[in-house]
């Protein structure tokens, strides 16, 4: 099961400044409070392709949300291993910055729970071109993929092959708590890809707000301005803890 959600946005802000916004975004709460949820960013790679002058960025974030809540409900504890769905969860992110071509590529997947959901969002942010666009706006299309091998997992949980797990989606069990004589196996795939869909959107517009909080105090203070500030928010949260 697949289902892709697609958008476009256009930020406000030169291109060079949209990139740095990004990956300042999850810098601290204090300057990006739609970014509360993001407990750690960590820079696994970094270089410049001395070919094509190309960033090449890989990072990893950890995130208090793990999975939807209603999504959780949907799934037995032996595919969710119990427990809530405010557990942390690590979202892997590839970058490739082109600043001589004006464009950005990104992608962001996460490494939990892949079996039961899979969410891989890919980003495209473009420098419009100069002759038909203000150079001060920056395009970005976002396209979400959700795919759920809930099916291939029931069958290995179970045992049973393809055309064995087929036949116990058609015919579930018919115990008062099978959550399978509630859904069915493919039901449950497109209820939870449906869910996941819902959620995300949502935090696609908080993404852009907190982007756009950032692109403002970048306007207003500048990147140095922007680094004071991250730094006077860990010495507090240092002082806190």
């Known amino acids: 099961m697949v289902l892709t959600h697609t958008t476009n946005h256009t930020y406000s802000h030169p291109f060079p400044t949209v990139t740095l916004a990004f990956f300042l975004r999850y810098c601290s709460p204090q300057l990006n409070p739609f970014a509360s949820h993001v407990l750690s960013t960590d820079t696994i790679s ?4 001395p070919d094509t002058g190309r960033l090449h960025t890989t990072r990893i974030h950890l995130k208090k949300s793990r999975m939807p809540p ?3 409900k949907l799934l037995p504890t032996s595919l969710t291993g119990g427990g809530g769905a405010d557990k942390a969860s690590y979202i892997l992110e590839s970058s490739v910055v082109d600043m001589k071509e004006g464009w950005m ?3 962001s997947r996460n490494l939990n729970f892949v079996g039961v959901l899979s969410v891989v969002e890919r980003q495209l942010y473009r420098a419009p071109a100069s002759h038909t666009t203000e150079a001060s706006t920056t395009d970005v ?6 795919r759920s ?3 291939e997992r029931i069958r290995d949980k179970l045992g049973k092959s393809p055309q064995e797990t087929a036949a116990a989606v058609a015919h579930p069990p018919q115990e008062k708590d099978s959550w399978f004589s509630m859904f069915g196996a493919r039901g449950v795939q497109k209820t939870i890809e449906s869910l996941a869909s819902t959620k995300t959107q949502d935090q696609l517009g908080k993404s852009r707000e907190g982007m756009r909080m950032i692109l403002e105090r970048l306007r207003q203070t500048g990147v140095i301005g922007v680094l004071e500030l991250r730094k006077m928010a860990r010495e507090r949260s240092m002082e806190a803890a």
């Open 46 to 49: 970094s270089h410049i392709d």
């Open 70 to 72: 209603a999504v959780m």
């Open 105 to 107: 590529s990104t992608e």
């Open 141 to 146: 299309e976002t396209k979400v993929v959700f």
């Open 149 to 151: 091998r809930l099916g």
